[in-house]
């Protein structure tokens, strides 16, 4: 299952070239295909024979694949064999040990090796095989060689394989692997900065069974995260309880309350460049409770809660002058006001402001409405958008958007 906080609209009218191997996996390479195809990608494919054995040319044809490549002699391109040179990036998916083989070792007996040898520009390839063919000595070799020749390795990961056999070798996943290949097809404008970014709720234990928190589920932090690594900026993401699938490319610190978010952000933020606390933190703690659990003994519950530290407040006011930070609003009403306040009471160099309470626009929802102000006086208004395309655009107002 890919995630909707995967797929950018950015992605349109670029090239890619898929190649199928004969394993098992190969029928997943349809579901990847179906997922290029969404975002109007224009996918070719080339299936081995062994391939062929397990999924058809015809199914490939029918979910959008063009050209679709078997041999050399059933192309209707006498340079099929040169077809792929147009392609952004060429991913193999599965990729056997006999396909490393040939591409570590530059053969050229079949149209897929064929064409991967002509090919110049950013090759991907996630294994599949068997546990002993993958840990054997000879293919690891030829791994290694191919990493070091810039070919981008996904997995393989652990896991039981079709013949039963358990072990590392298994495909990874297609998250992972349609994640890594937008990541290939991305313009790399972030490449060299780094970022943090806080996600999701925090949670407030008022003891070990209840607690106090918010229906953040983290989905616009998450965009924001997956935006800035595919356009290839170092992120560290410091998440509070969220069920979030990150890309292996990401750094992960995960938390559950407001001051544990804020001591993981307090100690990464220094060697930052740029700041988005995206996070809901709970403003106030319960006190700390004295036994396992309230008991429920008919008498009203009174506690009172502590201010939590404003972990956005206190890093934005302490850092240097090369970084910047991006704040988040949700509010009721008075967007305008409440955003221009926090603004300057905050020290940001863009705040991003929403108005939640509809269910298309806010908690747990897929799109969004916002307002963005920054420090330089500049503002606008978003309609109804795609939290994956808010997103890419505050990457894309970050970038431009400086005096």
Request: with cysteine; aromatic share 10%.
């Amino acid at each position: 299952m890919i995630p909707d906080y995967y797929f950018f609209d950015t992605f349109h009218g670029k090239r890619l070239h898929l190649g199928v191997t004969g394993s098992v996996a190969a029928y997943k390479a349809l579901d990847l295909l179906r997922a290029f195809c969404r975002l109007e990608i224009q996918v070719g494919i080339t299936l081995t024979h062994a391939a062929t054995q397990f999924i058809a040319p015809l199914s490939c044809t029918s979910l959008g694949a063009d050209p679709v490549h078997t041999t050399f002699f059933t192309s209707s391109s006498h340079f099929a064999h040169l077809e792929p040179a147009s392609a952004n990036a060429f991913l193999v998916a599965p990729a056997t040990a006999n396909i490393l083989a040939k591409m570590a070792h530059g053969i050229a007996d079949e149209i897929l090796s064929c064409q991967l040898l002509g090919y110049a520009g950013p090759v991907l390839a996630a294994p599949a095989m068997n546990p002993r063919m993958w840990s054997a000595s000879v293919t690891q070799e030829n791994w290694q060689t191919l990493l070091r020749r810039g070919v981008w390795g996904i997995g393989p990961d652990c896991g039981q394989v079709a013949c039963g056999d358990t072990g590392q070798g298994k495909m990874s996943g297609l998250d992972q692997i349609f994640i890594a290949t937008l990541r290939a097809l991305a313009p790399q404008d972030l490449a060299g900065l780094k970022i943090m970014l806080t996600v999701g709720p925090t949670q407030e234990y008022f003891d070990c069974a209840r607690f106090w928190s918010n229906p953040s589920t983290g989905t616009m932090g998450a965009a924001l995260a997956v935006a800035a690594a595919l356009r290839g900026a170092e992120v560290t993401v410091v998440h509070g309880p969220v069920n979030i699938t990150w890309p292996s490319f990401i750094t992960t610190v995960p938390v559950v309350s407001a001051r544990e978010m804020f001591a993981a952000a307090q100690d990464i933020f220094p060697t930052q460049d740029i700041g988005c606390f995206t996070a809901a933190v709970a403003d106030f703690s319960p006190p700390v409770c004295s036994q396992g659990k309230f008991k429920k003994d008919g008498s009203p519950l009174t506690l009172t809660f502590e201010p939590n530290p404003d972990i956005l407040a206190t890093l934005s006011s302490a850092k240097k002058d090369y970084q910047r930070t991006i704040g988040f609003a949700a509010e009721v009403e008075d967007l305008h006001a409440h955003a221009q306040r926090k603004l300057k009471q905050k020290n940001l160099d863009l705040i991003v402001a929403n108005a939640i309470g509809s269910p298309d626009s806010g908690f747990a929802s897929m799109t969004n409405r916002v307002l963005l102000l920054d420090r330089f006086g500049r503002e606008e208004q978003w309609p109804l958008l795609k939290k994956t395309e808010i997103a890419w655009r505050i990457w894309d107002w970050m970038g431009m958007n400086t005096p």
